[in-house]
């Protein structure tokens, strides 16, 4: 009794975070377009690569000074960084549903279970690492003009 009471409450556990980790905000694209910018929405939490970029009418307008190209790039590289920050984020809870599944799945095995709980151990600091990093990112960026 005390384990299928650990091992439903760990599966809670891990469904509240997966379910506090997905985006509920849904835009329907009349919602984007009556906005009027269209060019700034995201898919699934993820950022444009362009965004940050000057554009006019949703087309990117390069720099023409020399020093403008630098920042131009970083800014790119920057948003492209968040991109695969976010991928490792989205990662790292899949492996954290994957590690509590491991863990019910157990039936007691000793190794089984010290082996589910190390990977939700290891995907949690690693969604942890990975929030963080998007934080620095977004702080770099927000800076960067």
Do not use: H
Not at 10 to 34: C, D, I, M, R, Y
Not at 42 to 60: M, Q, V
Not at 129 to 138: D, K, P, R, T
């Amino acid at each position: 009794m005390k384990s299928m009471l650990l091992s439903l409450s760990a599966f809670g556990l891990l469904l509240s975070t997966a379910v506090a980790t997905l985006p509920f905000a849904t835009a329907n694209a009349a919602e984007v377009f009556k906005d009027g910018d269209r060019c700034t929405s995201r898919f699934l939490t993820f950022p444009a690569w362009y965004r940050g970029l000057e554009r006019e009418n949703c087309n990117i307008v390069p720099p023409s000074e020399s020093d403008g190209i630098s920042t131009f790039i970083f800014t790119i590289v920057l948003n492209i960084i968040e991109i695969a920050l976010q991928i490792v984020a989205y990662a790292a809870v899949g492996f954290t549903i994957y590690g509590g599944f491991k863990y019910l799945t157990s039936a007691g095995d000793a190794n089984r279970v010290t082996a589910g709980r190390k990977m939700i151990t290891n995907a949690l600091i690693g969604l942890v690492i990975s929030f963080m990093s998007i934080a620095i990112v977004n702080l770099i960026a927000s800076n960067l003009k």
